[in-house]
């Protein structure tokens, strides 16, 4: 892969090599905004933009520290799904000697105390607010954000639903979720060709026929040993092992890396 150069900066950016040049460089503030200034940052930060000072500074700025920011969860599914995966990925993250900071909100933007954000299940404002005031890789787990810039790992559901039907017979089921703050998700979910229902309370009931799930909660709600119950769970070592690769390539700013991973 070769080094990326200043006209590649530029184009990502949406602007001029000079305006580049002049961001890069400290000059000519009057003809940029504070908004093209931090983009041009970013993106330079995030590719590991040239030996240059600001790019040492950059890597000198290593907090072993890593925000996870979650939405405010409102029923008990959520909290425990949460959790769970959580709870994986703290111990993944302690073995590489990062600490996790918990977040479910933050009324700050600009975070000065972490080398990494991973935002889980947020919204596409929330995430990208986040980005406008950071120079610190972003990672979405459980959400749709389709920037190039930006890594998105979330579940595989077209395998899911490969699995129902092996179990079930086509389309001969019903696959039910705990509820995701991330509309994109939400949408490309609602796409797949069997009927999904969303839970945003805190018990599971009215189901009849069978059932595919992600979700260990609705599983244990709905019946652990019920034969029409078939889960594909979301939260697995595969998934944390994907958020590990892709943090990997964040923070190192490796090129060329695939910036969608869908887990199975």
């Known amino acids: 892969m070769e080094k990326i150069t200043i006209k590649d900066i530029a184009r990502l950016s949406g602007v001029s090599v000079a305006t580049v040049s ?10 940029y905004t504070p908004d093209t200034k931090r983009k041009i940052l970013q993106i330079v930060n995030l590719y590991n933009f040239c030996p240059s000072r600001l790019a040492q500074s950059f890597a000198l700025q290593k907090s072993r520290n890593v925000i996870i920011l979650t939405d405010k969860h409102e029923s008990v599914l959520q909290k425990a799904e949460s959790y ?8 993944a993250f302690e073995r590489l000697g990062y600490n996790l900071i918990m977040r479910t909100h933050l ?3 600009r975070v000065d105390t972490a080398d990494a954000i991973v935002c889980m299940g947020v919204e596409e404002d929330t995430f990208f607010r986040l980005a406008r005031e950071n120079y610190v890789p972003l990672l979405s787990v459980d959400g749709i954000i389709n920037d190039e810039l930006f890594f998105q790992i979330y579940q595989d559901f077209d395998y899911v639903v490969e699995c129902g039907n092996a179990k079930f017979g086509e ?6 979720l705990v509820d995701t703050y991330n509309q994109k998700l939400r949408d490309e979910i609602c796409k797949l060709p ?3 229902v969303f839970i945003d309370g805190n018990a599971v009931g009215g189901f009849s026929g069978n059932v595919v799930t992600v979700d260990a909660a ?3 709600l709905y019946g ?23 943090f990997y390539k964040a923070t190192e700013r490796v090129q060329g890396a695939t ?5 199975k």
């Open 84 to 91: 769970d995966f959580l709870r994986r990925l703290g111990k």
């Open 194 to 196: 069997c009927k999904v």
């Open 224 to 246: 652990a040993n019920d034969e029409n119950m078939l889960l594909i769970p979301a939260n697995t070592e595969d998934k944390v092992n994907a958020l590990l690769d892709c």
């Open 107 to 109: 009324e700050n933007t």
């Open 171 to 176: 389309h001969n089921f019903t696959l039910a």
């Open 22 to 31: 002049y961001v890069i460089n400290g000059k000519h503030e009057d003809r």
């Open 218 to 220: 609705i599983k244990n």
């Open 259 to 263: 910036h969608t991973v869908k887990v």
